[in-house]
């Protein structure tokens, strides 16, 4: 089956730690995205990648990190300088024509 | 600056009922658009996508139009049922953005569906 892998599907970090959440796709798709979700607040871009070896920062990176070694891989890490983690993650990869396809989510507490 | 509105923010309506969501866009120099479909606690999952050059694309008992000129698209959803019941969310790729293919979001309509 193809389709976007992440996990965990729930995390809980402690005050002062880095967390790595996984991204995985066998959709042979160039382009990857970190997404952030919160209550009452539209989906904000947090880092992209368009090519292996390359990404950019979206709206909103103060507080993460990303590398993209594998086309199949995008792990996202929220460090202890993201004052406000607590959130829904969500990955996405898209299609030549910008067809966006979206993971299942990682849930994010911090204790 | 782009920004896309959905209104109604949400929507009930009984089983059967055909209804329309729409979401409109600021500026009209878009690549494409697309609807999704996000259930409580999941991921989105992609409805149909919309290039600037179509009208509307078709799927099952969805329907989304676009109209570039008036900056609007609306999702049409035929003989609804109780599974329809989630937040549907629209997303629009600006042209002029270089090729780093980001999206411009709207909020959602949350629309429930009642036996």
């Known amino acids: 089956d193809g389709g976007i892998t992440q996990s965990p599907k729930y995390l809980f970090r402690k005050e002062g730690q880095n967390v790595t959440l996984s991204c995985e796709q066998n959709l042979n798709h160039d382009a990857m995205y970190w997404y952030r979700q919160d209550p009452g607040q539209g989906l904000r871009l947090i880092y992209y990648?368009?090519?292996?070896?390359?990404?950019q920062k979206g709206d909103i990176a103060e507080g993460y990190s990303v590398s993209r070694e594998k086309k199949e891989s995008f792990p996202l890490t929220v460090t202890s300088a993201q004052k406000n983690p607590t959130a829904f993650y969500l990955c996405?990869?898209?299609?030549?024509?910008?067809?966006?396809?979206f993971g299942p989510g990682t849930r994010l507490t911090v204790l | 600056k782009q920004e896309v509105t959905q209104i109604p923010a949400a929507l009930s309506v009984p089983e059967g009922e055909n209804l329309v969501l729409n979401c409109s866009f600021t500026d009209s120099a878009i690549y494409n658009l697309q609807w999704f479909r996000q259930d409580p606690g999941k991921g989105l999952t992609s409805l149909l996508l919309?290039?600037?050059s179509q009208r509307e694309q078709t799927s099952g008992r969805l329907n989304a139009s676009l109209d570039k000129s008036s900056g609007r698209s609306t999702l049409y959803i035929a003989a609804s049922q109780p599974g329809d019941s989630a937040t549907y969310l629209c997303a629009v790729r600006p042209l002029g953005a270089g090729n780093n293919r980001k999206l411009i979001w709207g909020l959602g309509t949350s629309l429930a569906v009642n036996p």
């Open positions: 990648s368009q090519i292996v070896n390359d990404f």
């Open positions: 996405a990869s898209s299609t030549n024509t910008n067809e966006q396809f």
């Open positions: 919309i290039q600037s």
